[in-house]
């Protein structure tokens, strides 16, 4: 029975996952990708969980997969990269049930700290056959062939759907789940999973890398064939000698934009990876060039022109290289701009808008009006300055405390890097004390490690645990630190004092609400030796409050205008957005509007005018 | 018929509640419907926007193009400014008469432009507009966070494309239990806000 539903892009490739027979779906929490994994919960028989990092959720999805299992990965592009190891492997071995990679791009960075492609990684690094969606219904049913594909190829396949597929929201037809799910059996085959630098006498004693790189190598064939009859590449005619190449979200841009020309260009759409090398060949018969709409890197585009000069084809290949911006994010003008370049004999006829005169400013985000970070960062602000300390900095919501006004951590990388990084100044030799604040999820990503490696190489770097027990920048997903699972269940979660102890470091636990106690906890860790570990302890104020828990008791708070004389300590050291300065007045007042009675303004000023 | 609605905020505001029951009223009515939102980091007390595209046709896009939209809904004054010119100048804005400083405004950095300056520069780009205090009606009422549903009820009132009982359903039967009454209550209050001329 098929249904419609209303859903975003993530919601519908779940469902796709889903109605493929997937039993074993893992991933880390990141945009634009987290609502994935979310939304395959609730289904008997599947196991959906949240994993530490990408790489133990792809790891095990290879588990289950060897099992004759359907499994699924999860993650954003940051998450490839972390397991890009691991797909150097896998990519040799191949894979028994059905695996498909789910790596989302986000374009432009609007929720990410880089902006990247990942077919290159996945496509022209290791080798693997990618599908890339221009719609959500389109990735639904991508996943749903993928999954197939990927059994009858025995390789990874891999979705990359981009923000505006992942966050769109569109009708998506919902069929039904299959009634039963084939039984996990495993047999060893060693020649395959043995993934090592073995002989292999059949091979005359090649080494068994170089035999199973040869095995990946002639799937390339395969896959081309498939990708040549693939219902997600087609052909649109059109007049001119002008023809746009639209690569997944590109191609709807492309139709989008169609409406404001007033001719119909030929337009090739593209969905796969490979690329149909003989539709293409078809394509541009005649043609004289081809614009090429791709998210992000000129990719596709240095494909055509490969293809072109194996071929002997000669048609200017235009795209991502430099004819349409090479950084990010396609959009509708960008198109109509490039098509009045390529071909200036096409009109445009998009509907003109007034300018506007009006100063916008532009909006930052913070942390949220009642966030505990503010205590230990205001806190770590006054050590800081006090003793011209260095803080490296991590992901996740305490990021905010590195832009202004805060203006605290010097540096933010990668998941995890903020001790290693740390402990790197320490060991460079800078005689200041340095400092290192991650959250709790990122900790267990692999921070954990960082600390681990500080501890046995006793580097005196001060490590801050914000341990808010959940992660919260995605919406609230559990982590090895929360008690329980995605599905529910009470689990240990782990206990960081022990694990201090376990490994030989001074750790110090404070509530982020107690100023002066966190200010105490950072004074004694700068005057001790070697590594220190402060636990800043208390759950997210946002889902407490959702959930109606208290995690202070919320008070009127008022801005004494006699006793504030404007010294901005309250803004520039803590930075809450219901504080502002009047300028001509030189004083500070409280939206009440804003504030939610946190009251750690209070023990901010030094002047006793906020109470 | 087309109606493109962009809806223009702050993280937290309710933007994304309040698409969902544009699209599902759209949706009811047999209608294509499409949509994008900000979701993620940005939602952190950051500048959030929602697209809605609907139509009897073929939507592409889940973004609505320069001078394309049909409607506008400022949960904010700088935020809906932010995103007038995705506004066809022929078509309607709504804007809640709330004003959150930015970081940099709190700081004394940056100038949040005057409410008249704002006034002005909405009126000059298009002539039909209403703004109105959305957030102190639902302060009013109990909780700011009831700005969204107060909006919707203004919106049905002067978008003749919504019915006022179709939507009314929406907000009841997509509010959590604790507070199907008070958004209820709150859409009926944004719908009396508007006075009819």
Redesign the interface.
Same mark, same amino acid.
């Given at each position: 029975m098929k249904e419609?539903h209303?859903v975003?892009g993530d919601t519908a490739i779940a469902r796709g996952a889903l109605e493929a027979g997937v039993r074993v779906v893992a991933g880390y929490p990141g945009?634009?990708a987290?609502?994935i994994v979310d939304d395959c919960l609730g289904v008997p028989g599947v196991h959906v969980e949240w994993a530490n990092n990408e790489k133990v959720a792809f790891e095990l999805c290879t588990g289950a997969s060897l099992c004759h299992v359907r499994a699924m990965p999860v993650m954003k592009h940051n998450g490839t990269n972390f397991v890009t190891d691991f797909l150097m492997h896998v990519n040799f071995t191949g894979i028994r049930g059905g695996l498909v990679l789910i790596s989302a791009d986000d374009p432009g960075g %609007?929720?990410s700290q880089n902006e990247e492609d990942t077919r290159i990684l996945v496509h022209q690094y290791a080798h693997l056959p990618i599908f890339d969606p221009c719609s959500p219904q389109e990735a639904k049913a991508m996943v749903k062939e993928a999954f197939d594909l990927s059994e009858k190829t025995e390789l990874v396949f891999c979705l990359r759907p981009v923000t505006?597929v992942c966050?769109?929201?569109?009708?998506v037809e919902f069929e039904d789940l299959p009634k039963d799910l084939p039984a996990a059996h495993y047999e060893p085959d060693r020649e395959r999973f043995i993934m090592s630098a073995v002989e292999m006498p059949k091979f005359g004693g090649l080494k068994r890398p170089q035999i199973r790189h040869r095995w990946l190598n002639e799937k390339q064939l395969l896959l081309r064939g498939i990708m040549e009859e693939s219902a997600y590449n087609w052909i649109e005619k059109g007049e001119g000698k002008i023809g746009l190449v639209g690569c997944g979200m590109g191609y709807? %841009?492309i139709?989008?934009a169609e409406q404001y020309l007033d001719q119909k260009l030929p337009l090739l759409k593209l969905g796969t990876l490979p690329l149909p090398r003989e539709k293409i060949k078809g394509f541009v018969q005649g043609l004289e060039k081809v614009v090429i709409f791709e998210e992000t890197e000129p990719f596709v585009e240095g494909l055509f022109k490969r293809i072109f000069q194996e071929e002997k084809i000669e048609v200017e290949v235009l795209g991502r290289s430099g004819f349409v911006p090479s950084d990010g994010e396609l959009?509708?003008?960008m198109i109509l701009e490039t098509v009045a370049k390529a071909a200036p004999r096409v009109k445009l006829a998009?509907?003109?808008?007034?300018t %506007?005169? %009006?100063?916008?400013?532009?909006?930052?985000?913070?942390?949220?009006?009642g966030c505990n970070y503010r205590g230990i960062l205001n806190a770590l602000k006054q050590t800081v300055r006090k003793h011209k300390g260095i803080v490296a900095g991590d992901i996740g919501?305490h990021d905010?405390g590195s832009?202004?006004?805060m203006e605290l951590q010097s540096t933010i990388y990668c998941m995890g890097s903020s001790v290693p990084m740390g402990s790197g100044m320490v060991l460079a030799g800078v005689n200041r004390p340095v400092f290192a604040f991650i959250g709790d999820s990122t900790f267990y990503h692999n921070g954990i490690l960082g600390l681990m490696n500080a501890a046995n190489n006793k580097i005196n770097v001060k490590v801050i645990l914000g341990e808010n027990t959940v992660t919260a920048?995605?919406g609230f997903q559990p982590h090895p630190g929360t008690g329980v699972t995605l599905a529910g269940e009470k689990t240990t979660p782990v206990n960081v004092p022990k694990l201090a102890e376990s490994l030989g470091i001074s750790y110090r636990v404070v509530n982020p609400y107690d100023i002066k106690q966190c200010r105490e906890a950072l004074e004694a860790a700068v005057k001790e030796e070697g590594p220190s570990l402060i636990v800043s302890s208390m759950p997210c104020y946002l889902l407490s409050t959702r959930r109606g828990q208290k995690v202070f008791e919320p008070r009127e708070v008022r801005v004494d205008p006699e006793r504030c004389n404007g010294c901005?300590i309250c803004?520039?050291d803590f930075?809450c957005?219901a504080?502002?300065?009047n300028?001509e007045q030189k004083k500070v007042s409280i939206d009440p509007?804003?504030c939610v009675g946190c009251a750690l303004c209070a023990d901010v000023c030094k002047r006793g005018a906020i109470s | 018929m087309k109606m493109d609605v962009v809806i223009a905020g702050v993280g937290g505001q309710g933007n994304i509640f309040a698409s969902l029951v544009i699209s599902q009223y759209a949706m009811n009515k047999k209608l294509n419907v499409l949509g994008a939102e900000t979701i993620g980091a940005a939602q952190r007390g950051g500048s959030v926007v929602s697209h809605i595209r609907i139509s009897d046709g073929t939507i592409y896009s889940p973004l609505i193009s320069r001078g394309q939209g049909d409607l506008l809904v400022g949960m904010e004054y700088v935020e809906m400014m932010r995103h007038i010119r995705l506004l066809n100048p022929k078509g309607t804005y709504l804007l809640n008469a709330m004003k959150i400083p930015t970081v940099l405004n709190n700081m004394g950095l940056d100038e949040y432009p005057a409410r008249e300056e704002i006034l002005q520069a909405a009126r000059k780009y298009c002539l039909h507009g209403w703004v109105i205090e959305a957030s102190a009606l639902a302060n009013k009422l109990g909780n700011i966070q009831m700005t969204n549903v107060v909006m919707l009820g203004a919106l049905v009132k002067v978008v003749p494309f919504f019915d006022y009982h179709e939507v009314k359903w929406l907000v009841n039967a997509n509010s959590p239990e604790r507070f199907k009454e008070a958004n209820v209550k709150g859409f009926e209050e944004g719908f009396k806000l508007i006075k009819s001329n």
């Open positions: 419609k209303y975003m945009t634009p987290t609502e %609007l929720s505006r966050h769109a929201r569109g009708i709807t %841009l139709k989008e959009n509708v003008q998009q509907p003109q808008v007034p %506007l005169d %009006l100063h916008i400013p532009i909006r930052t985000r913070t942390q949220c009006v919501c905010a832009f202004r006004p920048m995605t901005m803004i520039n930075g957005p504080i502002s300065i300028k509007m804003i | -």
